[in-house]
């Protein structure tokens, strides 16, 4: 791996379990993984072996039970819930199944919207919402609400928010997994476009094996552990 290429995402020893009355079930076990600036990964398992725990806790959604969750070669999963949630905002970006647009504000607002918590100013993080759409296609939905957009315009528009504030590291669970084949197809297409635009690390859990064919390589969850797929 050349010197340029950082690593924006190691799991160290990841483990996870759940009480469920005197039963304890250990969804990971020990799990380790290096994702690097730049690289897209599949991450494609069978339901209910554990592929969105992975992802809400190198998101830092959850706490590990065991092991660390490096972001940008720092450990941050032991961190306060203050830092991890600044961590999330100015480095993480979420794309999850089902686009949870706010219905209120328009899709520019809602590509806005993250950037203004992050302090950015109001025309700034404008120009950066209208350039994501516009790239995603939607320069003419800029100011319709999340009720007006079709499917793919409301999953475009999340992935549009997802990156709005240049993050290091991109997770998505799922994210065309609602949408018909043609749509998930051009979808996809522009999140791929994207992202290796950007130089974003995204690891991307996706049931589609055609899909993970397209990305720069596929791992798997096998007995609590990810392994080369």
Do not use: W
């Not at 996870?16 to 990964?41: D, H, M, N, P």
């Not at 398992?45 to 592929?51: L, V």
């Amino acid at each position: 791996m050349s010197e340029a290429r950082m690593t924006a995402l190691r799991l160290e020893n990841l483990t996870r379990r759940f009480q469920s009355g005197e039963e304890t079930l250990e969804i990971l076990s020990g799990a380790e993984f290096s994702l690097f600036s730049g690289e897209i990964v599949a991450l494609v398992a069978p339901s209910g072996t554990g592929k969105s725990t992975l992802l809400h806790l190198a998101g830092l959604l959850e706490a590990p039970t065991e092991g660390t969750v490096y972001i940008d070669e720092k450990p941050v999963s032991g961190l306060s819930d203050a830092v991890r949630t600044a961590v999330r905002r100015d480095q993480i970006g979420f794309v999850y199944q089902f686009h949870h647009l706010l219905g209120e504000f328009t899709a520019c607002e809602n590509v806005m919207l993250p950037q203004l918590v992050a302090g950015v100013s109001a025309k700034v993080a404008k120009a950066r919402a209208e350039d994501l759409l516009g790239r995603f296609g939607l320069s003419h939905r800029l100011n319709s609400l999340p009720g007006r957009l079709s499917g793919g315009e409301q999953q475009r528009t999340a992935i549009a928010r997802a990156l709005a504030n240049r993050p290091k590291l991109l997770l998505a669970d799922e994210p065309t997994g609602n949408l018909d084949i043609g749509t998930s197809d051009h979808v996809f297409d522009e999140l791929l476009r994207v992202v290796r635009e950007e130089g974003v690390a995204a690891l991307i859990a996706t049931h589609n094996k055609e899909l993970a064919a397209r990305m720069d390589r596929t791992v798997t969850l096998r007995d609590g552990k990810l392994v080369a797929f």
